[in-house]
């Protein structure tokens, strides 16, 4: 039994994610008023055609020939209005709906994409697509059908008990039996609806997380023959989202029976005492066949209001799972306009990097993972930081791309002028950027390269991949650069895919070169090529590498190691 507080604690929830959602709403207020317009005409529509049946049905019992053929004119005409707004209804949804639905995507996206690294990252991907597509779906749906839905089945239930008051107030009595069913189950519905709305979406997340993951690493599960190991654990999450579907039925369906046996009796005691008012000749039988048309609408319509609040607890757990992503901090770039007066200077010249006493702990970390870094990389130089794994290198180049923000110390880039900037998102456009790891997207092997400059041209290309060592397999691919890439690069090699991520760094040309492990597949030689074309096609780039080959080491200018402490030493180069 949950304490009023906690109780307290769910509605202020529920009401802030409400909040969020009717300020974005507010941009389709016109859409929605419209369609609330068109609800409301339809509802009338529908409660003039039950009118109508009234006296056309009066009109005959009493032989009134006028009056029947107008009466069933009207509630003939009423009747086809009625359908006809109720497919005009639904166009309007689906257009509106879907422009809806895709302007929240694509904000919630480009939310994800802006956002500053380090947030985003505490999210796994699978568990990001399952908010971009299933709580967005849930959110827009809510929009354009949801919160018209409420005015419209408020004017039903209205209309509908204006109608009984007028023809017999008993009757809106008898009506109204199960509103102290409703009212004392609420807080239990909203309670268990929120906790299995939220497990399921959570759940799901995790099923989509399951398969990205297992999927784009299915080569390793078969080489390590553990194939029917996730097999078996797919089976097993898939078992855990159908046991919380399955008790969220449940609960639905017992309530659902409670509310059809209430709604039964109700039905039943207005039709008995419709019966007994017509046995009375207080009543006619076309005000018989109203009673029982509206009775049975004023029950539904105040059922379909209370079932609006299951429905709220749905749309406001996706709202509050989407304003989970769309409140992380975003990348300011305040620094864009002076970037973009150094990039002159910094593409002719060359830029130098300047670190002083740089220190940096994660947001979930215990202690520095970059404890004290100091060291400055010039134009034509090579540096590289060495290390064991995990003790920091790969963070470093973190900091240096503007993906984490330093706790303190001090991290800039100047140009040969005398111009000086603070390094941050805004000046990744200094930066090319080769990963550890596969990071080769689908397309053509011209797509790949063209990601960084979309201007380039074929010669660019095939001399970017020349410099990398990488056109000698290019050029035999069926259509050479127009081959295309499947998903992770599964038709290449790991040195070929590697060397296509070198030429995409070098496509870029921008002054700083950023390699993170970037030669660890490649062999000796084809190492000391492509270091060696770096060098001479580039020769006034600043290059900052890490790496585990001592080999590499011949090649820079000055090597840096990071000890477990997180603090960079320069050493001695032995060769």
């Not at 994610?17 to 941009?27: G, I, M, N, P, Q």
């Not at 009338?44 to 039950?50: D, K, R, Y």
């Not at 390590?224 to 089976?235: G, H, L, S």
């Amino acid at each position: 039994m949950k304490k009023p507080s906690e109780y307290a604690e769910l509605f202020r929830s529920l009401g802030s994610e409400w909040k969020w959602l009717l300020r974005y709403a507010s941009k389709y207020r016109l859409q929605i008023v419209f369609y609330v317009i068109i609800g409301l005409f339809s509802t009338a529509m529908g409660l003039g055609a039950s009118v109508a049946s009234k006296y056309l049905i009066d009109s005959v019992i009493t032989r009134n020939g006028d009056t029947i053929l107008r009466s069933a004119v009207i509630a003939v005409a009423l009747g086809i209005a009625q359908i006809l707004i109720g497919a005009g209804v639904s166009r309007l949804a689906g257009v509106v709906g879907t422009r809806i639905s895709t302007e929240i995507r694509a904000g919630v996206y480009e939310h994800i994409t802006y956002s500053k690294w380090e947030d985003i990252r505490k999210y796994h991907s699978g568990e990001l697509l399952n908010r971009i597509e299933g709580d967005v779906g849930s959110v827009s749906t809510s929009i354009i059908s949801y919160i018209p839905n409420i005015f419209t089945t408020s004017a039903q239930f209205l209309g509908c008990l204006a109608v009984v008051l007028y023809y017999d107030p008993t009757m809106a009595i008898f009506a109204f039996m199960s509103a102290p069913f409703l009212v004392f189950s609420s807080k239990i519905t909203t309670r268990m609806i929120r906790k299995y709305n939220k497990e399921s979406r959570e759940m799901n997340g995790k099923i989509l997380s399951f398969y990205s993951e297992s999927i784009q690493n299915l080569q390793t599960i078969k080489a390590f023959d553990i194939t029917k190991r996730y097999v078996e654990q797919m089976k097993v999450n898939l078992q855990l989202h159908r046991k919380i579907k399955l008790d969220h039925d449940k609960f639905s369906i017992v309530m659902s029976l409670c509310m059809s046996l209430i709604g039964l009796a109700v039905t039943y005691t207005c039709y008995g005492w419709g019966v007994y008012r017509l046995w009375q000749g207080a009543i006619s039988y076309g005000t018989m066949t109203l009673f029982l048309q509206i009775s049975g609408q004023l029950t539904a319509s105040f059922s379909s209001l209370v079932s609006l609040v299951p429905s709220a607890i749905t749309i406001a757990t996706s709202a509050g799972r989407i304003m989970e992503i769309t409140s992380l901090p975003l990348e300011e770039n305040k620094d864009d306009d002076k970037a973009a007066k150094m990039e002159k200077s910094a593409d002719e010249n060359g830029v130098t990097i300047v670190c002083n006493n740089l220190r940096y702990t994660y947001p979930d970390g215990d202690k520095p993972v970059v404890g004290s870094a100091t060291f400055k990389a010039q134009p034509g130089e090579t540096i590289a930081f060495i290390g064991p794994s995990g003790e920091g290198k790969t963070t470093l180049l973190r900091l240096i791309l503007g993906l984490v923000e330093a706790d303190s110390g001090e991290l800039k880039i100047k140009t040969k002028d005398g111009a000086s900037i603070a390094v941050s998102e805004s000046t990744r456009r200094f930066c090319s950027y080769v990963p550890q790891g596969n990071a080769i997207f689908s397309g053509t092997v011209a797509d790949n390269l063209r990601i960084v400059r979309p201007e380039a041209t074929d010669e660019e290309i095939v001399n970017a991949l020349k410099t990398a060592d990488a056109w000698n397999f290019v050029e035999e691919l069926p259509f050479g650069i127009n081959t295309e890439i499947k998903e992770k690069g599964v038709n290449f090699s790991e040195g070929q895919v590697q060397r296509m991520s070198i030429a995409r760094a070098i496509l870029r040309d921008a002054p700083i070169i950023v390699m993170d492990e970037a030669t660890s597949a490649l062999d000796a030689k084809t190492e000391e090529r492509v270091l060696a074309n770096m060098m001479k096609a580039y020769p006034n780039r600043t290059r900052i590498i890490t790496t585990h080959r001592p080999s590499m080491l011949q090649y820079c200018t000055r090597v840096y190691a990071i000890n477990e402490n997180g603090t960079l030493v320069e050493i001695e180069k032995r060769f």
